[in-house]
């Protein structure tokens, strides 16, 4: 090889190294913004059990594996998903089609989401994702003419 021609294979070099390193600078952000995101906007208040009751002193391996202890209103009742299991199934962009667009029963707070950054939501998306599979798939919503067979929180005023 020519001297020039090494110089700029190793400028090339250097720079793709640079580039790679900063992706997974990047990456490790954006998957430290989504942690921060899920617990400062409070996802773990439904979607991961026993988190009130711990005073939010839960292992990250047991965050948002859904619950049994449903939402009871005048829809029905509704449960929090089990969102682990959820991202593995969907895409990222199909996540963020969802955010645009879904509506939903209290307590999910689409809005709130809707609200975020594209930026933020992707880091949600890509933290969540990347705590893998756990936990099992919540229950199905229960029509408001049906009785739940589980736990429930009754969000109707009295």
Same mark, same amino acid.
């Given at each position: ?43 773990? %208040?439904?979607?991961? @059990?026993?988190? !009130?009751?711990?005073? $939010? ?12 202890? $449903?939402?009871? $209103? ?19 962009? !199909? &996540? ?9 029963? @209290? /307590? ?12 933020? !939501? ?16 919540? @229950?199905?919503?229960? /029509? /408001? &003419?049906?009785?739940?067979?589980? /736990?429930?929180? %009754?969000?109707?005023?009295?």
């Amino acid at each position: 090889m020519k001297p020039p021609v090494l110089a700029a294979a190793l400028v090339l070099t250097a720079s793709l190294a640079a580039a790679a390193v900063s992706s997974a600078g990047d990456s490790t952000s954006m998957l430290e913004r989504g942690k921060l995101l899920v617990t400062y906007g409070g996802c773990n %208040d439904c979607h991961t @059990p026993g988190w !009130q009751e711990a005073d $939010g002193r839960i292992a990250v391996s047991h965050w948002m594996t859904g619950s049994s202890i $449903g939402f009871k $209103g005048r829809w029905g009742v509704s449960y929090p998903a089990n969102v682990r299991l959820l991202f593995q199934e969907i895409s990222e962009d !199909q &996540w963020l089609f969802s955010v645009r667009t879904r509506g939903g029963h @209290p /307590p999910m707070h689409w809005t709130d989401l809707r609200a975020l950054s594209t930026d933020d !939501q992707r880091a949600i998306y890509r933290f969540i994702h990347s705590l893998g599979p756990a936990g099992t798939v919540s @229950p199905a919503a229960v /029509p /408001p &003419w049906e009785t739940p067979k589980t /736990p429930v929180i %009754d969000t109707v005023p009295h």
